[in-house]
C-alpha cells in the first residue's frame, strides 16, 4: 500500500478550511488532521507544534489573502475591508488573536510598497508617508473588526464612502491642504498610485 504525501501547503490549506466552516476556535492538529483524513503524525512531522503552526499559518494567509495588487490607495483599504466581510474568520483569526511583546500590531505584507508610492506620490518623506499610512491602518483595522465580528454591516458604497471621507480628512492634515482646490489635487494624485 503506497501512503499518499502530505505537505506544509496541504495541511495550511486544510486548515484555512477549518477556520473557514468551524472558526478559529476549532482549529487544533486534530480538527486539521480530520479535514486531512489522517493521523496527527503528518502534522508534527511538518512543523513540529501547534504553535508553529498557527504561526506559518498566519504568514501563509497574509500572504495568500492580504497581500493585494492594487492602483490606488483606496483600493488596498477596500481590498482589506472585503477581506474582513468576505473571509471573517480569517480575518478574526489573522488580526484578533494575542501575539508576543516583539510581534507588530498590524501585519500588513504590503507595507514598504504603499509607504514608497505614498512618499513618491504625496511628495512627502517616507516617514510621514509611513505615519500617514499608520493612521490609515488604524481606521481600517478598526472597520475591519466591526465588520468582520457582525458589529456593522457595510454595503460596497458605504466602505468607499467612510475610506474617502477618513482620507481627505488624513490628506487634509498630512499635506496641510488649505483649500478644497489643493485637498482635491492630493486626492488626484493618490488615485493612481502606480503610476
Not at 476556535?25 to 512531522?45: D, H, W
Request: aromatic letters at 12%.
Amino acid at each position: 500500500m503506497r501512503r499518499t504525501r502530505i505537505s506544509k501547503q496541504d495541511i495550511l490549506q486544510a486548515a484555512v478550511r477549518v477556520i473557514q466552516h468551524r472558526g478559529a476556535g476549532a482549529l487544533s492538529v486534530r480538527t486539521i488532521a480530520t479535514e486531512l483524513g489522517c493521523s496527527t503524525q503528518p502534522l508534527y512531522s511538518q512543523f513540529g507544534s501547534q504553535e508553529q503552526l498557527r504561526q506559518e499559518l498566519a504568514e501563509y494567509i497574509r500572504d495568500t489573502y492580504v497581500r493585494f495588487q492594487y492602483t490606488s490607495y483606496k483600493e488596498f483599504g477596500l481590498k482589506f475591508l472585503f477581506f474582513a466581510r468576505q473571509e471573517s474568520e480569517l480575518f478574526c483569526f489573522l488580526y484578533l488573536r494575542r501575539r508576543a511583546p516583539d510581534q507588530t500590531l498590524l501585519d500588513d505584507a504590503n507595507l514598504e510598497q504603499t509607504v514608497e508610492l505614498l512618499a513618491r506620490n504625496l511628495e512627502m518623506t517616507p516617514q510621514r508617508a509611513r505615519e500617514m499610512h499608520r493612521q490609515m491602518q488604524y481606521h481600517c483595522y478598526g472597520l475591519g473588526v466591526m465588520i468582520a465580528t457582525g458589529y456593522r454591516t457595510m454595503s460596497d458604497e458605504q466602505i468607499g464612502d467612510e475610506l474617502r471621507e477618513f482620507y481627505s480628512i488624513m490628506l487634509r492634515h498630512y499635506k496641510q491642504a488649505a483649500s478644497e482646490e489643493e485637498l482635491q489635487y492630493w486626492l488626484a494624485r493618490s488615485r493612481n498610485l502606480i503610476l
